[in-house]
């Protein structure tokens, strides 16, 4: 299994938690609209997570990630609703509040993890640009005429 497969795994798996949700939602304006917020909401992680592990740089992982928290804070929000408008019987979703939950903190922590790279990498390269001569940091371009 490759880095990163069992979190892609979960939420293919939330997203189809959502989905079936979804189906039990009263086919009433409100019951198609928070269906329908739902649905994109729900399912949105997993694919930015896809795309973010598909990144070109770490800003773009980075980035991508940061859009799949924000789809689960969403999706969280949208479940409370579910839950206290009576939609949905509380029991049926405290198993996908608590997903929901879970991989929020996991997409946090690689956020985070990442981040922390950045700055340790920035700083190890402001100190080589401290130490090294001028002439070994100038790009092929800039070098010697």
């Not at 770490?58 to 839950?83: C, P, Q, V, W």
């Not at 608590?98 to 956020?111: G, Q």
């Not at 990498?121 to 080589?128: Q, R, V």
Request: hydrophobic share 35%; aromatic share 4%.
């Amino acid at each position: 299994m490759a880095k990163g497969d069992d979190i892609q795994d979960r939420l293919i798996n939330f997203a189809v938690a959502v989905i079936r949700l979804c189906e039990e939602i009263p086919n009433t304006a409100a019951g198609r609209h928070l269906a329908g917020q739902l649905l994109r909401s729900g399912n949105s992680p997993a694919f930015n997570y896809g795309e973010a592990r598909g990144a070109e740089s770490r800003n773009d992982f980075s980035h991508k990630l940061g859009i799949a928290l924000k789809e689960l804070n969403e999706t969280s929000i949208a479940l409370e609703i579910a839950k206290r408008s009576g939609m949905i019987p509380a029991e049926t979703l405290a198993p996908v509040q608590a997903e929901c939950k879970d991989l929020s903190r996991i997409i946090n922590s690689s956020i985070k993890t990442v981040e922390k790279r950045q700055i340790v990498n920035y700083a190890d390269k402001e100190c080589y640009d401290a130490q090294t001569p001028k002439t070994l940091q100038q790009s092929p371009r800039e070098g010697l005429h």
